[in-house]
């Protein structure tokens, strides 16, 4: 088990452009969420996968952004046209819903930060 | 909605005095109920969590937690703090809903230690 995987841990890059994450879940976790924290907040929730099927988005999750899971491992977050206020750290994390009360333990990795400059 | 309080944005205690962080938490349902520990720059580690059972849970680094259900509480608790437990820690409440079980923070207590 290496943890929830996330990279790159940093990205910094212009106003305008777009940027992608990518996150690898713990093996055979079958649940994948991203959150976004900004300075002084705690995460909040943007979006959630159960295996590749994209289940829920929250409002904040913007028509500039998209994730995805296609195989229903690893999944990518990208950012279009990016804006100061996306500057924040994207938070993948992962959970099985195998075995009781597994699914109710998420696992974070270590984020990822953007700054939109 | 469901939704978190964590009243003390910053707490400074001594190495080796005691340390209680408080949580409340707004949820209709009987909540599932997290704390995390975040250091600086990284994500967030499990301290540990309540799902049902025993109110009184223990969890890793020698933290432990109470539900009060009166109280809508979830405080966290440690007799005798370490240099390195100086952090920022985020009580969480998760909602079962269809299987998702999505997290929703507090805004957290950034603790710091003085020797």
């Known amino acids: 088990d290496t943890g929830v995987s996330q990279n790159p841990r940093h990205k910094i890059t212009k106003r305008g452009q777009n940027v992608t994450f990518r996150c690898d879940p713990i093996s055979e976790h079958n649940r994948l969420y991203w959150y976004r924290q900004t300075l002084g907040q705690g995460p909040e929730f943007l979006t959630y996968f159960q295996n590749e099927a994209q289940l829920e988005k929250s409002r904040l999750l913007s028509d500039r952004f998209s994730a995805e899971r296609p195989k229903g491992s690893f999944s990518t977050l990208e950012i279009q046209r990016t804006e100061q206020g996306d500057s924040a750290m994207y938070l993948c994390?992962?959970?099985?819903?195998?075995?009781?009360?597994?699914?109710?333990?998420?696992?974070f990795g270590e984020g990822s930060w953007l700054t939109v400059v | 909605a469901q939704s978190v309080t964590q009243p003390d944005i910053h707490i400074t205690v001594s190495e080796g005095a005691s340390l209680e962080l408080r949580c409340n938490y707004s949820?209709?349902?009987?909540?599932?109920l997290f704390w995390y520990v975040q250091s600086p720059g990284q994500g967030l580690q499990l301290l540990l969590k309540y799902f049902s059972g025993d109110t009184l849970v223990q969890g890793i680094k020698g933290f432990e937690a109470e539900f009060k259900r009166s109280q809508s509480s979830f405080n966290l608790r440690k007799p005798s703090v370490h240099w390195s437990d100086a952090a920022e820690y985020f009580c969480?409440?998760?909602?079962?809903?269809?299987?998702?079980?999505?997290?929703?923070f507090g805004t957290g207590t950034r603790l710091t230690i003085i020797p």
């Open positions: 949820y209709g349902a009987t909540p599932y």
């Open positions: 969480a409440v998760g909602i079962s809903n269809f299987g998702n079980e999505k997290l929703t």
């Open positions: 994390a992962s959970s099985s819903s195998y075995g009781p009360g597994s699914g109710n333990t998420i696992y």
